[in-house]
């Protein structure tokens, strides 16, 4: 049997909708079946892989960062690429034009840079391809 | 014929243009292709028995198949056996065999 290839192609910001949560869920459960995912993250998506994110203590709650146990899309992003890094592989490619707009340069490492016409090239390459658009 | 699946992520008391996407099922399906309706996040409160202008008796009357996602219930304290029956719950990883499953065209709501 053919291996097969999912494209997802993604453009919330992280912490705005549940549907990151749900793109991201598929991706596990898409490796974890063996099935290699390319992932286009345009417009705010480019910031999910963001490093500079941090978790944060709650003053309100009087919780330290520890107990607050904070998850950062970023971090959800490095695990993702740790498990895609040979076999099924995982690529994830930040449009290049968004991140110069957004300044999401310092992104975690694995994460490549490139252009619509990459995300062009996933489609065809893939088994099938899902867009989830904002709203 | 060819196999559709139909990602509703909203849910139908926000978002009136869920009757769109039922709509659209209903007839992709009436014209002989295959069709599944994958309800995520707000989508699956359609499911609940007392909701009111759900599309999920419409879809399956139609003979969608329809598919609620687990995780989605389980944030939102929905207990199982509060959705409609013939309504299927599925893990994520059902969602994405149906997705990379040959000749499927998949679209999110």
């Not at chain 2, 329809?66 to 389980?74: E, H, Q």
Request: proline share 5%; glycine share 4%; hydrophobic share 40%.
């Amino acid at each position: 049997m053919a291996e097969k290839k999912l494209t997802i192609a993604l453009m919330d910001a992280p912490y705005e909708k549940a549907a990151t949560t749900t793109a991201l869920r598929m991706v596990s459960a898409a490796l974890q079946k063996g099935i290699h995912v390319n992932v286009f993250a345009y417009e705010g998506a480019v910031n999910l892989a963001m490093k500079d994110q941090a978790p944060h203590a709650n003053p309100v709650k009087g919780t330290t960062v520890e107990q607050e146990e904070h998850p950062t899309t970023k971090e959800f992003v490095r695990s993702l690429l740790e498990i895609g890094k040979t076999s099924p592989q995982l690529t994830w490619v930040n449009c290049g034009l968004c991140v110069d707009e957004r300044g999401a340069i310092n992104v975690v490492d694995g994460v490549k840079r490139g252009s619509p016409a990459d995300f062009f090239k996933m489609a065809t390459e893939s088994t099938n391809t899902l867009v989830i658009p904002t709203k | 014929m060819s196999n559709y699946v139909f990602i509703e992520s909203r849910d139908p008391f926000e978002s009136p243009d869920t009757s769109f996407l039922a709509e659209t099922a209903a007839s992709l399906k009436k014209r002989g292709n295959d069709l599944t309706v994958f309800l995520v996040q707000n989508g699956v409160l359609a499911t609940r028995k007392q909701a009111r202008k759900s599309h999920v008796p419409q879809l399956l009357e139609s003979g969608v198949t329809v598919m609620a996602d687990d995780f989605s219930l389980r944030e939102r304290g929905i207990q199982f056996d509060e959705c409609r029956a013939n309504v299927r719950i599925a893990p994520i990883d059902q969602l994405v065999d149906l997705v990379v499953h040959e000749n499927t065209k998949a679209i999110w709501h």
